[in-house]
T-cell receptor, first 120, second 112 residues
Framework: DAGVIQSPRHEVTEMGQEVTLRCKPI?????LFWYRQTMMRGLELLIY????????DSGMPEDRFSAKMPNASFSTLKIQPSEPRDSAVYFC??????????????????FGPGTRLLVL | AQTVTQSQPEMSVQEAETVTLSCTYD???????LFWYKQPPSRQMILVIR??????QNATENRFSVNFQKAAKSFSLKISDSQLGDAAMYFC?????????FGTGTRLTIIP
C-alpha cells in the first residue's frame, strides 16, 4: 500500500500565480481531507469530502481557494491567485471506516507527506 | 524514515477518571518536536500539547500532560479528570527536519 500520495512535495511560486496541489487517497477510502499547517495557526482543516462530495468547506480561507474531487482516487486544491500568506504545508488525508466489536464505526485517518508551498 | 504509531484505535474512560493514550515514534533527527492534536466531530484540529525533544521535563497543559521517554521514543498523553468535551480523535505527531508526520489516531470516548 503506497499510502496517501501528494504532489508536488515542494512548490515555489510568485505572488499572483495559480497553484494546484494534488492528492491521491488510499484506494477504498471514502473520505478525504485537506489541511493547512502554519506556525501561526497550527493545523487547520480546509475542507473534507465524503464519497467525492464536499461536506464541509467552512475552513476554506476565501474565494481564492477551491477544491475538487472528480473521482474517488483524485483530489485537487487550487489557489488562484496565490499570495505570500498562503505559504504553508498542505496535508491531504484519507480515511476508512471499520466496524468495531461494539458495532460502532471507527474512522482511521491516514495523512500524506504534505506539500510545502512557498509564495514569493 | 520518520514514523508515528498509535496502537490504540479506540479508548474509553469514565467521566472524571484518568486515561492515557499511547504514541511511539521513530526518527533519525536529534532535534524534533512532538505534538498531540485533538479532532472533535467538527473535524477541526486543536493543538493540545507540544514537547520539545531537547527538554527533559514533561509538558503539561492543565488536565493534559505527557510522559516523554526519549530513549524509548515514547510520547503518551495523560488526560486527568476526563470531561465529556474531551471526547474526540487524538492524533500524535512528530515534527523534525521540516517534516510533520502523523499517527492514525485514537478515538476517545467518555462514559458519563
Amino acid at each position: 500500500d503506497a499510502g496517501v500520495i501528494q504532489s508536488p512535495r515542494h512548490e515555489v511560486t510568485e505572488m499572483g500565480q495559480e497553484v494546484t496541489l494534488r492528492c491521491k487517497p488510499i484506494s477504498g477510502h471514502n473520505s478525504l481531507f485537506w489541511y493547512r499547517q502554519t506556525m501561526m495557526r497550527g493545523l487547520e482543516l480546509l475542507i473534507y469530502f465524503n464519497n467525492n462530495v464536499p461536506i464541509d468547506d467552512s475552513g476554506m480561507p476565501e474565494d481564492r481557494f477551491s477544491a475538487k474531487m472528480p473521482n474517488a482516487s483524485f483530489s485537487t486544491l487550487k489557489i488562484q491567485p496565490s499570495e505570500p500568506r498562503d505559504s504553508a504545508v498542505y496535508f491531504c488525508a484519507s480515511s476508512s471506516k471499520s466496524l468495531t466489536q461494539g458495532n460502532q464505526f471507527l474512522e482511521t485517518q491516514y495523512f500524506g507527506p504534505g506539500t510545502r508551498l512557498l509564495v514569493l | 524514515a520518520q514514523t508515528v504509531t498509535q496502537s490504540q484505535p479506540e479508548m474509553s474512560v469514565q467521566e472524571a477518571e484518568t486515561v492515557t493514550l499511547s504514541c511511539t515514534y521513530d526518527t533519525s533527527e536529534s532535534d524534533y518536536y512532538l505534538f498531540w492534536y485533538k479532532q472533535p466531530p467538527s473535524r477541526q484540529m486543536i493543538l493540545v500539547i507540544r514537547q520539545e525533544a531537547y527538554k527533559q521535563q514533561n509538558a503539561t497543559e492543565n488536565r493534559f500532560s505527557v510522559n516523554f521517554q526519549k530513549a524509548a521514543k515514547s510520547f503518551s498523553l495523560k488526560i486527568s479528570d476526563s470531561q465529556l468535551g474531551d471526547a474526540a480523535m487524538y492524533f500524535c505527531s512528530n515534527f523534525g527536519n521540516e517534516k510533520l508526520t502523523f499517527g492514525t489516531g485514537t478515538r476517545l470516548t467518555i462514559i458519563p
